[in-house]
């Protein structure tokens, strides 16, 4: 009898161990087939095993066709008024009878033009000095010009072309010297590529020091920091934008003392738009704002991954906050918005109710919203503040492009000088100036 109980206990006790073991295995089934991916994390696309489907896209459609919308303005190859070459086309023999027409008068009918640029010719300019004799005996030498500085250099023309071609075409240096030798037929080496780009970074620091005063100054600054190898190792590049400059740096940690090297003062007029990361809330600022889109992201993997009513709330309240932000017009922001008022309090009721406690990432999520409540929707109190952090986005993703096309950077001194030609780049663009204009502007100057 009692072989036969221990013989039941024994086997209840292996039925827990059997369900437990079931439940954690259907966990881990749960985790399988609900991966993080670009649509529902902050995991970059690059990173996704299979790609998202576009039908489960956070972007909902807005109803417009494929292409061009109505009101958009075209653009096509114009004839200019004041052509470089002029060709004229005269017949000589008449078509029909064969006669002589070569001193018949000749009337205008029709013209055509075709675009083309000369071919490249390389330019060698020698400087040559003098010395004179006064009558006083005295021997007075010439001077060479400034930037004229050995036997042999390259000008700003090739500086500023290479610092285009590096930065913001983002070519690797073995193509920029295949480049000048096909189509200049001037050799570079890549070495010498390398050298003449740190002395033209090292001319542009004082448009970096005007850069980052600009960003500093400004009223609303967006944040944002991405990983990037230099030779093998990890390192980060953060960005710091505001309407008008762009401030890239790179760093070897992404902590706040990069922010506080970079901008020891903070921001202490600008609403910082950042995607949550905790270094950011260290930073002196007027107050923040929350990427609302990474938010979406993760709700939308609880939603799948636990089928969260929370989080279908949740998510849900984002939306209507971001479709409330599209109708409201600048003056209204000055007014009482019922609307708003209703998101703000179904903020904090949501925020109150309590999430699984088994779901750590779940639970981990709430925690940080209850944390940071205040910085959710303060888009919906200043008309410039977006619900979003893409411009910061945007300003870093360069970083990824150049090391697509070009591998990682060997060296820390070759990623801050990226990171310096690259704030200038993208300062040029956001102020509608030409980027190459501007880089030939820097390679006139000398470096301090």
Known sequence: MNSYKERIVELEAK?????????????????????????????????????????????????KKVGGQPGHEGSTLEMTGSPDAIIEHQPKFCNHCGDDLSEKPATFIQRRQVVDIPPIITEFTEHRIFQKTCACGHHTKATFPSGVNSPISYGTEIQATIAYMHTRQYLPFERMSEFFFDVCNLKISQGTLCTLLKGFAEKARPAYGLIAQKVENGKLVGGDETGAKVNGKKGWFWTFQSQAATYITFS????????????????????????????????????????????????????ERYGSKWAIDFKELLCQAMELKRDLSPPQYLQPIPKRDEIMERLSVLLLNSVPENRKDLCAFHKRMQKYKEYVFTFLFYDQVPPDNNASERAIRN?????????????QNGAKCY??????????????????????????????
């Open 15 to 63: 039925v827990v161990r059997l369900e437990a073991l079931i439940e954690k295995l259907l966990d881990h089934i749960d985790d399988l087939t609900h991966r993080k991916d670009s649509r529902n994390s902050s995991v970059p696309p690059s990173k996704d095993e299979n790609r998202p489907l576009k039908t489960k896209s956070l972007r909902a459609s807005k109803g």
């Open 252 to 303: 070897n940690n992404r902590g706040t003392a990069t922010i506080e090297e970079n901008f020891p003062k903070g921001f202490m007029n600008a609403i910082l738009v950042h995607d949550c990361w905790r270094s950011y809330f260290q930073v002196k600022c007027k107050t923040h704002q929350i990427c609302i889109p990474h938010l979406l992201r993760e709700l939308v993997f609880f939603e």
């Open 399 to 411: 970083v990824k492009v150049k090391q697509k096309v070009s591998g990682q950077f060997k060296t």
């Open 419 to 448: 990171a310096i030609i690259r704030s200038v780049t993208d300062t040029c663009i956001k102020n509608g100036q030409n980027v190459l204009n501007a880089f030939k502007t820097i390679a006139k100057l000398q470096p301090e």
